[in-house]
């Protein structure tokens, strides 16, 4: 069976043939698939959940993403709390820090960050990373692993580094703290040469496929 670790089943791409796209993965032997929760931010965080809802093999995230953390307000966060509840639920995200795009400035995104990580531990959840550097950088995972060290790592409830596309020392780091590896088709891109040293070295029981639809 094939388990997608990480797919955005809520996006407007596949409003034209959402089932018809779920019934060509299930026909290619997809056998759950982990729709992830961030949506387009506050408005929309129950997103997964209306889908997972309909769909005995899907499960969902909640959260926000740090693209969206500048809009973020204390109602959704309690809002959060309230759908982290929810059965279809396993796990928080995507959440983390992006600094490639800096839709919401960093200091914020890495508040929010933090505040997220604190309510997943309370919801006893395990966490899903984003984490994209500026170019040419590793100042996103390097930032974001520091804050993972010292917010999270002692909760014991791991995560995933979704698409990773870090050094083998980041998942080294990662894997440590007890993180899942999540690899997406960005591994098959010519300058990936990075990704693709990290895919040959992780150990077989560390490592998840995705295809962070409808973007890869």
């Known amino acids: 069976m094939l388990v997608d670790s990480h ?59 740090p693209h969206e953390a500048k809009l973020a307000d204390e109602n959704d966060f309690v809002e959060l709390e ?22 919401s400035p960093r200091p914020l ?10 309510m997943a531990r309370a919801a006893k959840l395990p966490i899903i990373i984003h984490c994209r550097p500026s170019e040419n ?26 698409c990773f596309t870090g050094s083998l020392e980041h998942m080294r780091a990662a894997l440590d703290m007890g993180f899942m590896i999540s690899f997406a088709g960005n591994v098959t891109f010519p300058k990936a040469q990075n990704i693709r040293e990290a895919a040959k070295e992780i150990p077989l029981e560390r490592m998840l496929i995705e295809t962070d639809s409808p973007f890869l």
């Open 7 to 65: 797919a955005h089943l809520e996006m407007p791409q596949f409003d034209a043939d959402r089932e018809a796209a779920l019934e060509r993965a299930r026909a290619a032997g997809v056998g759950m698939i982990l729709a992830i929760g961030s949506g387009t931010g506050p408005g929309s965080l129950d997103c997964a959940i209306k889908i997972a809802e309909q769909h005995d093999w899907i499960r969902a995230t909640v959260g926000i993403h």
């Open 82 to 103: 309230k759908l982290a509840q929810d059965p279809k639920v396993i796990a928080w995200g995507e959440i983390g820090l992006d600094y490639f795009y800096d839709h």
């Open 109 to 118: 995104q890495e508040q929010v960050f933090i505040r997220q990580m604190e």
């Open 137 to 162: 950088s590793e100042d996103a995972w390097n930032e974001c692993l520091r804050q993972i060290r010292q917010h999270w790592a002692g909760s014991g409830l791991g995560g995933v580094l979704h």
